[in-house]
């Protein structure tokens, strides 16, 4: 229902993380399409070292704020000025060397080849789960922004992809990443705060 913040699945939750924790030094802004089973969705996204800022204009709108050194995620409601606020993301990996650590719990990444992906040369992985039900999940990230621009799951209980096009290496301000004025928080009754 367009105009109540909905709550981000705990899967997406995750990838957004750790993309946000690849791209240590990585500013720009993106156009992004993203395919979860029946849905589909796209918007602009924000970077800004581990700073991301997603804004949904098509699918379920909303806009969500990561920030790993704020130990928050903020989903934004616009159509009701209200925001939801989880914290306890902190500990997030800071290398890709890290980051493989944290996952080799959940599955097993292996180094695939190279391809370009928006004019950006990339080192893809594969990635599979441990639970075979959750099957392969292939991540393209980019040598230079170090950041994951193109992500497709394959075998999984439903088709999964994200994909950043006309990607600007440009200056982000930092008030992208900050609570907009006027916003009222809301809670919902067992979700972490």
Same mark, same amino acid.
Not at 165 to 190: C, Q
């Given at each position: ?9 705990? #899967? ?27 849905? #589909? ?9 581990? *700073? ?17 050194? *704020?130990?928050? $995620?903020?989903?934004?409601? %616009?159509?009701?000025?209200?925001? !939801? ?9 800071? +290398? ?6 944290? !996952?080799?719990? !959940? ?9 370009? $992906? ?8 594969? @990635? ?12 393209? $990230? ?14 999984? %209980? @439903?088709?999964?992809? #994200?994909? @950043? ?5 440009? +200056?982000?301000?930092?008030?992208? @990443?900050? !609570? ?6 809301? +809670? $919902? %009754?067992?979700?972490? *705060?």
């Amino acid at each position: 229902m367009r105009g109540e913040i909905k709550l981000v699945p705990r #899967t997406v939750v995750v990838v957004s993380l750790l993309a946000g924790a690849l791209c240590l030094a990585a500013e720009f802004s993106a156009d992004f399409a993203e395919v979860k089973g029946p849905r #589909t969705s796209s918007g602009k996204l924000y970077m800004k070292g581990t *700073k991301v800022r997603r804004e949904v204009t098509q699918g379920n709108t909303g806009i969500m704020i990561s920030r790993p050194d *704020k130990d928050v $995620i903020w989903n934004l409601n %616009p159509a009701g000025k209200t925001y !939801l606020e989880m914290t306890g993301i902190g500990n997030m990996p800071t +290398s890709d060397a890290d980051i493989a650590a944290a !996952l080799k719990d !959940l599955g097993e990444r292996k180094l695939v080849g190279e391809e370009s $992906i928006n004019g950006y040369l990339c080192d893809k992985y594969a @990635f599979t789960y441990h639970d075979k039900s959750m099957g392969t999940q292939y991540q393209w $990230i980019s040598k230079k922004l170090k950041v994951m621009i193109k992500m497709d799951s394959e075998g999984s %209980p @439903f088709k999964m992809s #994200t994909e @950043f096009k006309n990607i600007k290496e440009e +200056s982000v301000p930092d008030s992208l @990443f900050e !609570l907009p004025a006027g916003y009222t928080k809301i +809670s $919902i %009754p067992g979700l972490k *705060k």
